[in-house]
C-alpha cells in the first residue's frame, strides 16, 4: 500500500477554508476573485515544496507535474478551488489536495512512475459567477464559447477578459491552453460524493460510473414597472405571477421526466426591486441535468415552450439564452475497472455510483479517458456551509487515489 500523509492532507483542506470566509457562513470563492487566487497560490506554493514543476497556462489553471521514467503522457489529476456562495470547504479542493497529497508522498517515499503524474487545480468550475462553469477544463478541451470571450460579463458588469487578466491569465493567447487528444493517458478526479448514497451503504469511498450532462438558461421576464397600491389588478403587466408559474412548471417538467432528471431555478431577480413597485423584469436561473442528454433536452425544452407561453398569455415578453450546456460522460470502462482492482487491494468494496452534479471530467473526455473516486459526505449535503467529509474518509480517497495512478502511471 502506498502511504499517504492524512494528518498534513486534513490541514491543508482545513488552511484553505480560510480564502473566502463569508460573513454569513461557509465559503464564497468566486472564479478568478481574489480568494481564489489567493488559494491557488498557496497551493502553488505547496506544489513547489513538494518538488513538482510547477506551471500556469494562459488560462490561468495551475499545473504540478512530477516526472515519470518517461517523458509522457501523463496522468492527470485534480479538481478546482472555487465554490458557490456561501459554499463548504470540501467541493473542490478535496480532489486539488487529495491529488497533491499522493503526488508528494510519492515522490518523499521516492517511489518513480514509469509515466508521469500531473496534479491540476482548474479556474472557475462552479459557474457562480460567469455564465460559464467548469471554466478551465473547457479551456483544456476547446469547448468554451469563444466568440463569448470578449462580452461575457459576470452580474456586476465585469468583464472575463479583465477578470482573467487580473487574475494573471492572458486572455489574448487562451487558444493555446488547449489541450491535444494524447497529451494525457487518463484523468482522474476525486470529489466529494454531494449525495447520500456512500452513506446509506456505510462506504467511505465510491466509484464513479458516468457524470450528468446540464443545461443552464436564463430567462428574462418583461413587464411594466407601475404602483404596487395603485394599478388595479387586471391592468398589470407584472412580470412575477408568471415566474411563479414558471417555477412551478419546472418542478413538476423534472419530476415527470424521469428519477434521473433534476431542474432548478436557483436565482430570482425582480427589478427595480422593491415592496411597493410592480417589477419592470424578473430574471430567473433554470439548471436542467440528466444523465441521459435526450432526457434532459426534453424537460428543457418543455419549460421553454412553457416560459415563452405564459408570458405571451399575460402579455409579457420573454427572453430565454442558453448559457451553459455540458455533456453527459460515461466514466473509462478501463479507468472504472483499474479503481476497482485498486479498491479491492486496499480491502475497499468498490461500489459504483453516478454522478449528478457536473465537474471537469465532462470536458476533460474531449482529450483523454476520464475517472472519478466520490468520498461519502456527511447527510449527502453540498453547496452549502453544512458540507462535511470526514478526515478518515478524505484519507481512504487519498490510498484509493494513489493506487489507481500508480497503476494508471505505470503502463503505456
Ligand atoms: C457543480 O458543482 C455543479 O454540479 O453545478
Ligand atoms: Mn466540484
Ligand atoms: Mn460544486
Redesign the pocket.
Known sequence: MIAVNADRLNQRLQYLGQFGQAPEGGVTRYALSLEEKTATETVAGWMQEAGLEVRRDTAGNLFGRLAGRQPGPAVLTGSHLDSVPNGGDY?GPAGVLTALEVVQSLREQGLVPEYPIEVVSFIGE??SRFPH?LMGSSFLAGTFPYHELEEMVDRQGTRLVDALRAYGAQPEEVGSARVSPGTYKAYVEVHIEQSGLLEARGLPVGIVSGIAGMRQARGVIRGRAEHAGACPMDLRRDPMPAAAEVILEVERAAKESGPTTRATVGFVQARPGASNVIPASVELSFDIRDLDADRRDACVERVRQFFLSACERRGLTGEWQVQHTSTPIHCHAAIVATMEEAARSLGLEPFLLPSG??HDGANVAEFCPVGMIFLRSRDGLSHTPDEYTAPEDIAQGARLLAETLWRLASHA
Do not use: H, K, P
Open positions: 467541493d462552479e459557474g462553469g452534479a457536473v
